[in-house]
Protein backbone atom coordinates (compact mmCIF):
# COMPACT_ATOMS: atom_id res chain seq x y z
CA UNK A 1 0.00 0.00 0.00
CA UNK A 2 1.21 3.53 -0.84
CA UNK A 3 -0.64 6.42 1.03
CA UNK A 4 -2.45 9.12 -0.38
CA UNK A 5 -0.65 12.47 0.36
CA UNK A 6 -2.89 14.52 1.91
CA UNK A 7 -1.81 18.32 0.23
CA UNK A 8 -2.47 20.90 2.51
CA UNK A 9 -1.35 23.42 -0.04
CA UNK A 10 -3.83 22.45 -2.68
CA UNK A 11 -6.77 22.56 0.39
CA UNK A 12 -5.41 25.84 1.51
CA UNK A 13 -5.80 27.32 -1.89
CA UNK A 14 -9.30 26.42 -1.29
CA UNK A 15 -10.42 27.79 1.28
CA UNK A 16 -8.55 30.85 0.70
CA UNK A 17 -10.88 31.34 -2.24
CA UNK A 18 -14.14 30.80 0.11
CA UNK A 19 -12.37 33.36 2.56
CA UNK A 20 -11.85 35.81 -0.25
CA UNK A 21 -15.51 35.73 -0.98
CA UNK A 22 -16.56 35.86 2.23
CA UNK A 23 -14.05 38.72 3.13
CA UNK A 24 -16.00 40.53 -0.21
CA UNK A 25 -19.24 39.96 0.99
CA UNK A 26 -18.59 41.60 4.39
CA UNK A 27 -16.58 44.42 2.93
CA UNK A 28 -20.32 45.14 0.45
CA UNK A 29 -21.57 45.14 3.53
CA UNK A 30 -19.41 47.83 5.18
CA UNK A 31 -17.44 45.32 7.43
CA UNK A 32 -14.07 44.25 5.74
CA UNK A 33 -12.65 41.87 8.71
CA UNK A 34 -9.60 43.25 10.50
CA UNK A 35 -6.51 41.29 11.84
CA UNK A 36 -4.70 42.92 14.57
CA UNK A 37 -0.84 40.95 14.71
CA UNK A 38 1.84 42.37 17.50
CA UNK A 39 5.46 41.05 16.86
CA UNK A 40 7.72 41.92 20.25
CA UNK A 41 11.56 41.48 19.43
CA UNK A 42 13.78 39.86 16.83
CA UNK A 43 13.07 36.67 16.64
CA UNK A 44 13.70 34.85 13.51
CA UNK A 45 10.91 32.85 12.54
CA UNK A 46 8.57 35.03 14.47
CA UNK A 47 9.42 37.47 11.62
CA UNK A 48 8.84 35.00 9.27
CA UNK A 49 5.51 33.64 10.66
CA UNK A 50 4.49 37.45 10.66
CA UNK A 51 5.05 37.90 7.51
CA UNK A 52 3.23 35.21 5.85
CA UNK A 53 0.16 35.96 8.05
CA UNK A 54 0.16 39.93 7.31
CA UNK A 55 0.63 38.40 3.51
CA UNK A 56 -2.01 36.07 2.97
CA UNK A 57 -4.47 38.65 4.81
CA UNK A 58 -3.77 40.82 2.17
CA UNK A 59 -4.67 38.07 -0.37
CA UNK A 60 -7.64 37.08 0.98
CA UNK A 61 -9.07 41.01 0.82
CA UNK A 62 -8.51 40.96 4.60
CA UNK A 63 -7.41 44.49 6.43
CA UNK A 64 -3.85 44.01 8.84
CA UNK A 65 -2.03 46.19 11.10
CA UNK A 66 1.01 44.77 12.11
CA UNK A 67 2.92 46.01 15.18
CA UNK A 68 6.62 45.57 15.59
CA UNK A 69 8.12 46.68 19.06
CA UNK A 70 11.72 46.05 20.46
CA UNK A 71 12.51 42.99 22.96
CA UNK A 72 12.37 45.86 25.95
CA UNK A 73 8.70 46.67 25.40
CA UNK A 74 7.23 46.88 28.42
CA UNK A 75 4.46 44.02 29.83
CA UNK A 76 2.22 46.92 31.18
CA UNK A 77 2.39 49.16 27.50
CA UNK A 78 1.58 45.83 25.31
CA UNK A 79 -1.39 45.12 27.70
CA UNK A 80 -2.37 49.25 27.12
CA UNK A 81 -1.74 48.63 23.01
CA UNK A 82 -4.20 44.89 23.24
CA UNK A 83 -6.81 46.78 24.99
CA UNK A 84 -6.94 49.88 22.47
CA UNK A 85 -7.48 47.19 20.09
CA UNK A 86 -10.01 45.55 22.05
CA UNK A 87 -11.87 48.55 21.55
CA UNK A 88 -10.85 49.25 17.73
CA UNK A 89 -14.07 48.55 15.52
CA UNK A 90 -11.85 48.08 12.64
CA UNK A 91 -10.49 44.90 14.00
CA UNK A 92 -12.02 42.07 14.61
CA UNK A 93 -9.06 39.69 15.28
CA UNK A 94 -6.06 40.22 17.71
CA UNK A 95 -3.15 38.11 17.27
CA UNK A 96 0.02 38.28 19.19
CA UNK A 97 2.89 36.70 18.63
CA UNK A 98 4.75 33.83 20.45
CA UNK A 99 7.37 33.11 21.93
CA UNK A 100 7.18 36.99 23.47
CA UNK A 101 10.18 38.27 25.65
CA UNK A 102 10.58 36.34 29.31
CA UNK A 103 9.74 39.46 31.02
CA UNK A 104 6.10 39.08 29.52
CA UNK A 105 3.66 37.37 31.01
CA UNK A 106 1.86 35.11 28.03
CA UNK A 107 -0.99 34.09 29.74
CA UNK A 108 -1.60 37.58 31.26
CA UNK A 109 -1.51 38.92 27.73
CA UNK A 110 -4.14 36.12 26.28
CA UNK A 111 -6.46 36.67 28.77
CA UNK A 112 -6.30 41.02 28.04
CA UNK A 113 -7.41 40.11 24.27
CA UNK A 114 -11.41 40.30 23.87
CA UNK A 115 -12.53 37.23 24.03
CA UNK A 116 -14.87 38.39 20.84
CA UNK A 117 -11.28 38.68 18.85
CA UNK A 118 -9.66 35.80 19.86
CA UNK A 119 -8.84 34.08 16.88
CA UNK A 120 -5.83 32.05 17.68
CA UNK A 121 -8.17 30.29 20.48
CA UNK A 122 -6.10 30.50 22.73
CA UNK A 123 -8.09 31.63 26.15
CA UNK A 124 -9.39 29.92 29.14
CA UNK A 125 -13.02 30.89 27.61
CA UNK A 126 -12.25 30.12 23.76
CA UNK A 127 -10.94 26.48 25.62
CA UNK A 128 -14.18 26.43 27.85
CA UNK A 129 -16.34 26.72 24.60
CA UNK A 130 -14.45 24.32 23.10
CA UNK A 131 -14.74 21.80 26.17
CA UNK A 132 -18.32 22.49 26.48
CA UNK A 133 -19.08 22.15 22.75
CA UNK A 134 -20.22 25.60 22.97
CA UNK A 135 -19.60 28.09 19.52
CA UNK A 136 -16.25 29.78 19.58
CA UNK A 137 -12.96 30.18 18.25
CA UNK A 138 -10.91 26.80 17.70
CA UNK A 139 -7.32 27.37 17.73
CA UNK A 140 -5.80 27.58 13.97
CA UNK A 141 -3.95 24.33 13.95
CA UNK A 142 -5.99 21.71 15.11
CA UNK A 143 -9.04 23.31 13.12
CA UNK A 144 -6.34 22.98 10.07
CA UNK A 145 -6.50 19.69 11.10
CA UNK A 146 -9.73 18.34 11.31
CA UNK A 147 -10.25 19.60 7.88
CA UNK A 148 -7.59 17.82 6.39
CA UNK A 149 -8.75 14.99 7.93
CA UNK A 150 -11.98 15.61 6.63
CA UNK A 151 -10.26 16.13 2.71
CA UNK A 152 -9.98 12.45 3.13
CA UNK A 153 -13.40 11.73 2.96
CA UNK A 154 -12.92 9.51 6.24
CA UNK A 155 -16.28 9.60 8.23
CA UNK A 156 -14.90 9.88 11.98
CA UNK A 157 -18.23 8.71 13.64
CA UNK A 158 -16.98 5.58 15.80
CA UNK A 159 -13.39 5.34 14.89
CA UNK A 160 -10.40 5.07 16.98
CA UNK A 161 -8.24 8.22 16.60
CA UNK A 162 -4.91 8.67 18.63
CA UNK A 163 -3.65 11.85 19.61
CA UNK A 164 0.17 12.34 20.37
CA UNK A 165 0.73 15.27 21.95
CA UNK A 166 -1.22 16.73 25.35
CA UNK A 167 -0.04 20.50 24.82
CA UNK A 168 -2.41 23.42 25.41
CA UNK A 169 -2.69 24.64 21.96
CA UNK A 170 -2.47 21.51 19.80
CA UNK A 171 -2.91 18.23 22.01
CA UNK A 172 -6.05 18.68 24.29
CA UNK A 173 -8.07 21.17 21.88
CA UNK A 174 -7.43 18.24 19.24
CA UNK A 175 -8.61 15.38 20.87
CA UNK A 176 -11.64 17.46 21.92
CA UNK A 177 -12.67 18.51 18.27
CA UNK A 178 -12.08 14.56 17.57
CA UNK A 179 -14.64 14.03 20.63
CA UNK A 180 -17.19 16.43 18.79
CA UNK A 181 -16.74 14.45 15.30
CA UNK A 182 -17.95 11.53 17.33
CA UNK A 183 -13.96 9.56 17.12
CA UNK A 184 -13.21 7.39 20.30
CA UNK A 185 -9.86 9.27 21.57
CA UNK A 186 -6.88 8.36 23.08
CA UNK A 187 -4.24 10.93 24.12
CA UNK A 188 -0.73 9.45 24.06
CA UNK A 189 2.34 11.37 25.62
CA UNK A 190 6.32 11.68 25.39
CA UNK A 191 5.71 9.57 29.08
CA UNK A 192 3.38 6.80 27.35
CA UNK A 193 4.73 3.12 27.74
CA UNK A 194 4.77 1.56 24.22
CA UNK A 195 3.75 4.15 21.91
CA UNK A 196 2.76 1.95 19.38
CA UNK A 197 0.66 -0.52 21.30
CA UNK A 198 -2.23 2.46 20.69
CA UNK A 199 -0.96 3.69 17.75
CA UNK A 200 -1.54 0.17 15.56
CA UNK A 201 -5.30 0.18 17.29
CA UNK A 202 -6.08 3.90 15.43
CA UNK A 203 -7.69 4.86 12.37
CA UNK A 204 -6.63 8.21 12.60
CA UNK A 205 -2.86 9.13 13.96
CA UNK A 206 -2.09 12.66 14.82
CA UNK A 207 1.28 13.45 16.03
CA UNK A 208 1.95 16.62 17.29
CA UNK A 209 4.88 15.85 20.00
CA UNK A 210 7.63 17.51 18.88
CA UNK A 211 9.97 14.67 18.02
CA UNK A 212 11.61 13.93 15.15
CA UNK A 213 10.35 10.50 13.43
CA UNK A 214 8.80 9.16 16.47
CA UNK A 215 6.19 7.50 14.45
CA UNK A 216 7.63 4.43 12.15
CA UNK A 217 5.96 2.89 9.59
CA UNK A 218 5.51 -0.62 11.97
CA UNK A 219 3.35 1.61 14.41
CA UNK A 220 0.77 2.54 12.04
CA UNK A 221 -2.34 0.57 11.06
CA UNK A 222 -3.37 -0.42 7.37
CA UNK A 223 -4.99 2.28 5.75
CA UNK A 224 -5.27 4.71 8.59
CA UNK A 225 -4.82 8.39 8.42
CA UNK A 226 -2.05 10.39 9.37
CA UNK A 227 -1.86 13.75 10.26
CA UNK A 228 2.20 15.18 11.06
CA UNK A 229 1.64 18.74 12.95
CA UNK A 230 5.69 18.21 13.84
CA UNK A 231 8.31 20.46 12.67
CA UNK A 232 11.64 19.55 13.68
CA UNK A 233 15.02 19.99 12.25
CA UNK A 234 16.69 16.83 11.72
CA UNK A 235 20.74 15.95 11.80
CA UNK A 236 21.17 16.99 8.20
CA UNK A 237 19.42 20.33 8.26
CA UNK A 238 16.43 19.44 6.57
CA UNK A 239 13.03 20.04 8.01
CA UNK A 240 10.91 17.12 9.12
CA UNK A 241 7.84 15.79 10.84
CA UNK A 242 7.12 13.72 13.95
CA UNK A 243 6.48 11.34 11.45
CA UNK A 244 8.88 8.84 9.06
CA UNK A 245 7.07 9.73 6.11
CA UNK A 246 8.59 7.36 3.73
CA UNK A 247 8.34 4.59 5.95
CA UNK A 248 4.75 5.43 7.17
CA UNK A 249 3.38 6.16 3.04
CA UNK A 250 4.11 2.12 2.54
CA UNK A 251 1.11 1.38 5.37
CA UNK A 252 -0.87 4.12 6.13
CA UNK A 253 -3.83 5.38 3.51
CA UNK A 254 -3.44 9.23 3.84
CA UNK A 255 -0.61 10.93 5.34
CA UNK A 256 0.65 14.75 5.06
CA UNK A 257 4.25 15.91 4.43
CA UNK A 258 6.27 17.93 5.99
CA UNK A 259 6.35 20.74 4.80
CA UNK A 260 3.41 21.21 2.68
CA UNK A 261 0.95 19.63 4.79
CA UNK A 262 -0.29 21.08 8.19
CA UNK A 263 1.76 24.03 8.14
CA UNK A 264 -0.39 26.00 5.33
CA UNK A 265 -3.63 24.92 6.87
CA UNK A 266 -2.75 26.84 10.27
CA UNK A 267 -2.49 30.64 8.70
CA UNK A 268 -5.59 29.90 6.56
CA UNK A 269 -7.81 28.77 9.91
CA UNK A 270 -6.81 32.17 11.47
CA UNK A 271 -8.12 34.04 8.68
CA UNK A 272 -11.12 32.12 8.69
CA UNK A 273 -11.56 32.59 12.50
CA UNK A 274 -10.94 36.36 11.49
CA UNK A 275 -13.91 36.29 8.78
CA UNK A 276 -16.29 34.18 11.22
CA UNK A 277 -15.56 36.97 14.17
CA UNK A 278 -16.58 39.73 11.58
CA UNK A 279 -19.58 38.17 10.88
CA UNK A 280 -20.70 37.41 14.05
CA UNK A 281 -20.49 41.42 14.85
CA UNK A 282 -23.27 41.54 11.72
CA UNK A 283 -25.84 38.93 13.15
CA UNK A 284 -28.60 39.93 14.80
CA UNK A 285 -28.85 39.91 19.19
CA UNK A 286 -30.29 36.60 19.84
CA UNK A 287 -34.07 37.06 21.09
CA UNK A 288 -34.79 36.77 24.93
CA UNK A 289 -37.02 34.40 26.12
CA UNK A 290 -40.47 36.29 26.77
Do not use: W
Amino acid sequence: MTALRIDGKALSRELRAEIAQRTAALAARGRRPGLAVILVGDDPASQIYVRDKVKACGEAGIHSVLERYDAAFTEADLLLRIRALNDDPAIHGILVQMPLPRHIDPHKVIETISPRKDVDGYSVLSAGELLTGLPGFRPCTPYGCMKLIASTGIDLRGKHAVVIGRSNTVGKPMALLLLQAHATVTICHSATPDLGHHTRQADVVVAAVGRPHVLAGDMVKPGAVVIDVGINRGADGKLCGDVDFAAVSEVAGHVTPVPGGVGPMTITMLLMNTVESAERLLQPPAREAA
